[in-house]
């Protein structure tokens, strides 16, 4: 099975450099081949396991807890305009 | 000045509430301790002193007074938390996690921030952003992770006590590689509210104490069912300090041949089996088990922690807060800050956790993973029907030399061959010291049982301790 390190960099939002594209392409090849070893097993009639203890989803009412976070949560923006928070264009023009 | 920085949290406490001590005499003492030694460790990325004079102090709680250091990945109100990131650098929450809110309700001053790996991604304290901590009983030596700041502080005595976080042993590797006591409790025990999240399925908050006593007091004050974390249970929490005034008599208590393998090292073997030869000796039943499947551990863990990596960090795009490396184009924007703002090892992992999730390898990779941790908590319940306590080596080795390892990412997770299981099934287990090799380096036990049995390892790690010196030696830094 390959993988391709630039295929998988763009899938996860990450520029790499050619160093590291080497550096980490031979790293996961290496985990991979690691991984493999998992194969020794069938799994065929095994369920998967996400969770490991029986834990049902919880509801809440919706309700409004914290009113007041405008501000502490706003100042931490790398750029804001007004209440916002400022990015690149996101839609194009036609 | 008295040197009260060595004393434990019960001590501590006792003596601030008999006024033996004033809050301020402590604090002066360990800030001291910290000035002398730190620059040493480097254990802290955030040491506040003046706490001590802002906190009130009020007799009748249980931690009044006791100061308490916290792993940076831990959100402290108005402090800055920053996983030992440079993408986080400057983030300030705007609200404290549960079990930081509770150590406040409970007396506590929270003091210093603690190194760790970045986003916990490290068994050594060396992948953080700050550079790395030194174990403080050989300073050429790494102190375990992810949480070495938080092991190192407790070890040389720059903290009563402190928290950390364990996603695959980074609470009980480091306890064990730096002589103290480390506990990871139960999945869903302590509220995971405010803990940046790492693996969410195997991700839990657990102390650092000098004593087994300590951690059954600090996992009294955290534990608890949480509205602001649905996956925190439900359970009671009974008093833990109850727990180890029992003797260990008659519990049945398993070796599981698969962590006496070869490449173990000899010293840590001979100390682990001499653990459990003392506790037959005080009344245990000792016998072997067989979890078959512990080899394939590292391997599961290795697709479902970093799945649960990469999208857990995800979040980390420039837009809302931390590092942004500014681009006239959005996706550009995403992809500078994310190479600028993380480092080696947690690049790795979000590319792998983004490989085994892709389209086409998700079957073969990430189900497959899921699939074999069933088989691996199968081992486990299956065990654990006949038995009280599961016995074995926390890690296959006493502390490494710092860079030994940085380089060669598999040998890196190989250290955490022994703490992966518990997290993949659930189960709580604590490491306690057990002994020391020749060159003086602490050899940690690691004690498991069934999920909810934090009281089981209490009283046997109790017992333990009652009857040995280990835990009384301290790093001659």
């Known amino acids: ?23 980490l392409g031979k790293d996961l090849e290496g985990i991979l081949a690691y991984v493999e070893k998992l194969n020794e097993l069938d799994t065929k009639a095994v369920q998967p396991t996400s969770h490991a203890l029986p834990l049902e989803n919880v509801f809440r009412k919706d309700e409004i807890k914290h009113q007041d976070v405008k501000e502490e949560v706003l100042k931490h923006a790398p750029l804001r305009e007004r209440d916002f928070f400022k990015v690149p264009k996101v839609i194009e023009e036609v | 000045m008295d040197e009260f920085y060595t004393w434990t949290i019960k001590e501590t406490a006792e003596a601030l509430r008999s006024g033996k001590a004033t809050p301020s005499d402590i604090l002066e003492s360990l800030c001291g301790r910290v000035r002398a030694v730190d620059s040493k460790l480097k254990a802290y990325v955030n040491f506040d002193e003046s706490r001590s004079k802002k906190a009130d102090f009020i007799k009748a709680k249980p931690l009044s007074g006791v100061p308490i250091a916290i792993k940076d990945n831990i959100s402290t109100r108005g402090w800055e938390t ?24 409970a007396g506590a001053i929270i003091f210093a ?14 992948t953080s952003c700050y550079g790395p901590t030194f174990n403080p009983w050989n300073t050429q030596c790494v102190p375990g992770g992810s949480s070495g700041g938080s092991a190192a502080s407790v070890a040389a005595d720059l ?18 590689l730096c002589g103290v006591v480390g506990l990871k409790p139960t999945y869903g025990r302590v509220s995971r509210y405010g803990l940046i999240a790492f693996g969410s399925s195997l991700d839990q908050i657990g102390p650092f104490t000098k004593t087994v006593e300590d951690a059954a007091i600090l996992l009294g004050v955290i534990a608890g069912h949480d509205p602001l974390d649905s996956t925190s249970a439900p359970a009671d929490v009974p008093d833990y300090t109850q727990a180890v005034k029992k003797d260990v008599k008659g519990l049945r208590i398993g070796l599981p041949k698969e962590y006496f393998i070869k490449g173990i090292d000899p010293e840590v073997e001979s100390a682990v089996r001499g653990a459990a030869k ?9 016998e072997e088990v067989s979890l078959p499947h512990t080899q394939y551990a590292v391997a599961t863990y290795y697709i479902v922690a970093t799945a649960e990596a990469s999208s857990n960090l995800g979040r980390y795009d420039g837009v809302q807060y931390g590092l942004r490396v500014p681009s006239s184009d959005l996706v ?52 654990f029907e006949r038995l009280d306590v599961i016995l074995a080596p926390t890690s296959p080795t006493p502390a490494f030399k710092v860079g030994e390892r940085l380089d060669d990412p598999l040998a890196m997770y190989l250290s955490d061959i022994f703490t992966i299981p518990q997290n993949l ?35 046997v790690a109790h017992a333990f301790e009652r009857a040995t010196d280990f835990h009384k030696k301290r790093p001659a830094i």
């Open chain 1, 1 to 23: 099975m390959k993988m391709k390190i630039e295929d998988v960099a763009k899938l996860a939002r990450i520029r790499l450099d050619e160093k590291e594209k080497n550096k």
């Open chain 2, 82 to 105: 920053t996983c030992a990131s440079k993408i986080l650098k400057g983030y300030i929450p705007p609200y404290d996690a549960t079990v930081v809110r509770k150590l406040k309700e």
């Open chain 2, 113 to 126: 921030k603690c190194n760790m790996d970045e986003f916990a991604f490290g068994s050594s304290c060396e």
């Open chain 2, 159 to 176: 903290a009563v006590g402190s928290l950390g976080s364990d996603t695959g042993g980074s609470i009980r590797q480091p306890a064990a």
């Open chain 2, 278 to 286: 003392k506790l037959e000796s005080l009344g245990a039943k000792i």
């Open chain 2, 332 to 383: 550009e924007m995403y992809m500078k800050t994310r190479c600028e703002g993380f480092g080696r090892e947690a690049k790795r992992r979000v590319l792998l956790g983004t490989f085994v999730l892709s389209a086409g390898y998700y079957e073969a990779y990430y189900l497959k993973g899921l699939k074999v941790r069933t088989l691996i908590k199968q081992d486990f319940d299956k065990a």
């Open chain 2, 425 to 459: 099934a659930g189960i709580p287990a604590i490491s306690i010291p057990c002994g020391f090799t020749k060159g003086g380096l602490p050899i940690g036990l690691q004690l498991m049982a069934k999920p909810f049995g934090e009281e089981t390892l209490f009283r």
